[in-house]
T-cell receptor, first 114, second 116 residues
Framework: GNSVTQMEGPVTLSEEAFLTINCTYT??????LFWYVQYPGEGLQLLLK?????DKGSNKGFEATYRKETTSFHLEKGSVQVSDSAVYFC?????????????FGRGTQLTVWP | EAQVTQNPRYLITVTGKKLTVTCSQN?????MSWYRQDPGLGLRQIYY???????DKGDVPEGYKVSRKEKRNFPLILESPSPNQTSLYFC???????????????FGNGTRLTVT
């Protein structure tokens, strides 16, 4: 089956620190991978995405590389800001007939202190 | 402004009293879906709809109903709510499918439901 495993939170960092949030997946096929972000009181928003092995998704200083050999899609940012405080969700979708399903990890709460 | 609108934002009800949470999108999206978010469990899909009059169960459909009579609306119905349905609910839509790269999910701001 399909599933996503994220590192347990919460993650607390000082401003300008380096961020890594681990994400690994299990998929029956060749999935597309996503990171979504949820700011307080809001719905989720797409942060970045990747469709094939070695693709790097990037947005707002965040990056994640699709690693097929390790089935991973870790989220990184070189220097976090207070405004990055949010919950981050890793997700996958199977290409092909299951376009209706997007599988989310449990989410990782990030808090950045000034 | 392109958006997914859910109503109400907050709802407190009692066990067994039927309720409906509305969801509407103005982007002419074919795909719509409902999720519930619970601490430690992340987002779990309740139902989804690939197009008008087409709905399918997600991971946790028990106790919920949906309908898709028109493209823009996808209401979530709880015929007889129970306390274990206390949760934060999100409606989402996308142009085609849930995970295609050029069709990201757009989420509403959520409905916090409490069933006593």
């Amino acid at each position: 089956g399909n599933s996503v495993t994220q590192m347990e939170g919460p993650v607390t960092l000082s401003e300008e620190a380096f961020l890594t949030i681990n994400c690994t997946y299990t998929a029956t096929g060749y999935p597309s991978l996503f990171w979504y972000v949820q700011y307080p009181g809001e719905g989720l928003q797409l942060l970045l995405k990747a469709t094939k092995a070695d693709d790097k998704g990037s947005n707002k200083g965040f990056e994640a590389t699709y690693r097929k050999e390790t089935t991973s899609f870790h989220l990184e940012k070189g220097s976090v800001q207070v405004s990055d405080s949010a919950v981050y969700f890793c997700a996958l979708s199977e290409r092909g007939s299951t376009l209706g399903r997007l599988y989310f990890g449990r989410g990782t709460q990030l808090t950045v202190w000034p | 402004e392109a958006q997914v609108t859910q109503n109400p934002r907050y709802l407190i009800t009692v066990t067994g009293k039927k309720l409906t949470v509305t969801c509407s999108q103005n982007m002419n999206h074919e795909y719509m879906s409902w999720y519930r978010q619970d601490p430690g469990l992340g987002l779990r899909q309740i139902y989804y709809s690939m197009n008008v009059e087409v709905t399918d169960k997600g991971d946790v459909p028990e106790g919920y109903k949906v309908s898709r009579k028109e493209k823009r609306n996808f209401p979530l119905i709880l015929e007889s709510p129970s306390p274990n349905q206390t949760s934060l609910y999100f409606c989402a839509s996308s142009l085609v499918g849930a995970g295609t790269l050029n069709s990201p999910l757009h989420f509403g701001n959520g409905t916090r439901l409490t069933v006593t």
